[in-house]
């Protein structure tokens, strides 16, 4: 095929859509017919000194893609490919792109780095390429500096890209010399420091033998925190962004740098520019993430041998840290209230502060109630400001004891601030601690004698309704506050100081939903979640008012169905609401449905709603049908088999969600639906099981929907089985193999870090969940017999997980259970079977000596079961 490949990257970047459109078509053939040629050309493209950047660097962004993907089974498709290919053209094409390495033009380095990355990040765990990083370490002693950069660059995307198991530790010594010395004060290039500084940041993972010897880890400090003092901006920036990694991925390794560190960021803070000063707060804000995480997981309880020691940095740091993060707080913008995605000194250190009052608890409240005091009452809006947001942030760490005598003693104050400062600044940061205060001072849960009383109560909302009509970003805070408010009364009971403000309330917050500039500041998503807050933790005395919202709710759903012809922002802007909406009634649907005095009324409107809800999944928007699907679950699950009339024309929507794998939440949350029909419907759900069924089991077979969608698909199982019984005869044969398999591979999945064992832990109650339904589905059963063949493997499953001794409390109790139906379903032709069964004795008595309510409750009712089935 013969093109000219620059012309057709030039013309793919045309203003001209057709010309476009043509060029795009063009690549995308020359791909497809000819995929080494393709890659090829791209990679002479790139390497080519008289050829355009523009086309340059369309051609390395072509290739880059050509190589990875963000959907794991796109990536892995691309990885076969890119393997399958002819070993001398790939040598050709990697050949062109090292040597791109050396070009004049920074644009064409910098893509061809990304691109050596990626192929390697395929071939070096393949053992392909062996060559490469000795190639590349070899450039690092060139004299011109760009290969040199170039070269640095390179290496940190290949540590982003590979991972450390891969690489042998004499390559990784090489590695992380040639990127550090490159970071040395004495290299004079500052884009080379900068390249070698920023691919330290990506080479700290590999670095885990070099921390642990003292000599190594000094000189590596030592250069760091050197970088952080080069008088460029972006050098000291990328040396702070390696100090916060180096906090988290080396926290137990710091304690001889702190008092270093400590100068060096303070002095950051207070005099360098913002980019650099921010680092240098999210270096502290990192250290007491990783301190939480160690009380929380040892409960402050340590052993002198304990496997991660706390170091109580942030204690010892506290004189002279909470005054520097104060003076942060004076630095604010004066537009940030506006901006949702604003950042800045002031946001970062308020942060921060909130974070070590999490972390060290009431030893923080004298240290910063001073500066509150001092600036609460100052004219510059800055310092009142300031002192609110100080107060807002230690609200959470510190006891209630330590925190509610100042709040009692604050809260009138912030009621009149809210609507009495002059300073739109000041009322907003009132109304977020407000929320503050009612979100951890406000609750049953609460030891302390309560700080919202009677008295106080219509005060608070006639101040927050007031608020709720002031500029977007304050009534926003002021509906997130009321939204706190109500939560704190969900086990209220009875009797509910809001019920005699409820309506009230309930027209406030519809009156937001209105107002012109709702879209601003977030603010009508705001006041749709607040008034899902306050349905949800409302009492039975208001249940009429709710049901009174029914029609409102759905008459504005219906008003978003019939617009005409609306633009992309509009579709958009129409799209969100009736998200909004379908969650309202979501929430309605779930309060008045569970309340015996409303639910037959309330029924009523089932069919208007199903109509709506329907109507809805017309619009093709993935958020919007979630909430729909969500909204329909409840509705089955209050209209019970009487919702069996509205399947035929639900159901091809409900197969719909379970075919879509692109927007796999919308898949998951159908999925779960399945399960509420289940409930609902029970036997009167059979004919839909075949369609429901096949369904499942081809989402349990792709390999392009996302895992975490797979765990609730084994439990639907078990939700059919227990609704249709031993109708689930005919399914038997294709569950029970996909359950077998997935269970051996989730008992013996060694999971390497937390997110692979929740996973697998996900995965193994599902399985368990499944194996559940199906047991107790078929109990009293002419066809019980069937299962016999399954139990076996079901007990192998069970024994494999105990001897795992990795299972999580949720797993622990389903497994007993599971152990129990087994016992009561089969009875005594699984005795014989169960007496052999480890998990039968030990197991059994691990789980009845359990800490755990619930995993007692399920072992007693397990312990029974088994004594029947073993004593015939």
Partial sequence: MSLDVTQILLSAQSADGAIRKHA????????????????????????????????????????????????????????????????????????????????????????????????????????????????????????????????????????????????????????????????????????????????????????????????????????????????????????????????????????????????????????????????????????????????????????????????YFIKQALPALVPMLLETLLKQEEDQDLDEGAWNLAMAGGTCLGLVARTVGDDIVPLVMPFVEENITKPDWRHREAATYAFGSILEGPSADKLAPLVNVALNFMLSALVKDPSNHVKDTTAWTLGRIFEFLHGSALETAPIITSENCQQILTVLLQSMKDVPNVAEKACGALYFLAQGYVDAGSASPLAPFFQDIVQSLLFVTHREDAGESRLRTAAYETLNEVVRCSIEETGPIVMQLVPVIMMELHQTLEAGKLSTDEREKRSELQGLLCGCLQVIIQKLGGMESTKYSFLQYADQMMELFLRVFACRNATVHEEAMLAIGALAYAAGPNFSKYMAQFYQYLEMGLQNFEEYQVCAITVGVVGDLCRALEDKILPYCDGIMTQLLKDLSSNQLHRSVKPPIFSCFGDIALAIGENFEKYLIYAMPMLQSAADLSAHTAATDDETLDYTNQLRNGILEAYSGILQGFKSSPKTQLLMQYAPHILHFLDTLYNGKDMDDTVMKTAIGVLGDLADTLGVHAGPLINQSVSSKKFLDECLASDDPMIKESADWARIAISRAVSG
Wanted: hydrophobic share 40%; with cysteine.
């Fill in 24 to 311: 795009e078509e063009n690549l995308k053939q020359f791909q497809e017919q000819n995929l080494p040629g393709f890659l090829f050309a791209l990679s002479s493209e790139l390497a080519n000194e008289e050829k355009p950047e523009e086309s340059r660097r369309l051609a390395g962004l072509i290739l880059k893609n050509a190589l990875d993907a963000k959907e794991q089974h796109r990536k892995n498709e691309l990885f076969q490919r890119w393997l399958a290919l002819d070993a001398g053209a790939k040598a050709q094409i990697k050949a062109l792109l090292l040597q791109t390495l050396s070009s004049p033009v920074a644009s064409a380095r910098s893509t061809s780095s990304q691109v050596i990355a990626k192929v390697a990040g395929i071939e070096i765990p393949q053992q392909q390429w062996p060559e490469l990083i000795t190639s590349l370490l070899s450039n690092i002693h060139q004299v011109q500096p760009n290969v040199k950069q170039a070269t640095l660059e390179t290496l940190g995307y290949l540590c982003e890209e590979v991972s450390p198991e891969v690489v042998d530790q004499d390559q990784v010594n090489k590695i992380l010399t040639a990127v550090v010395q490159g970071m040395n004060a004495s290299e004079g290039n500052s884009d080379v420091r900068l390249a070698a500084t920023r691919a330290l940041y990506n080479a700290l993972g590999f670095a885990q033998v070099n921390f642990s010897n003292d000599m190594e880890r000094d000189y590596i400090m030592r250069v760091v925190c050197e970088a952080t003092q080069s008088p460029e901006v972006k050098i000291r920036q990328a040396a702070f962004e390696c100090l916060v990694a180096i906090s988290s991925t080396y926290y137990e390794k710091l304690a001889t740098y702190m008092q270093d560190i400590f100068n060096i960021t303070a002095k950051a803070v207070r005099g360098d520019e913002e980019s650099v000063a921010l680092q240098a707060i999210e270096f502290w804000s990192s250290i007491c993430d990783e301190e939480i995480d160690i009380l929380d997981e040892y409960s402050s309880e340590f052993t002198a041998d304990s496997d991660v020691p706390c170091y």
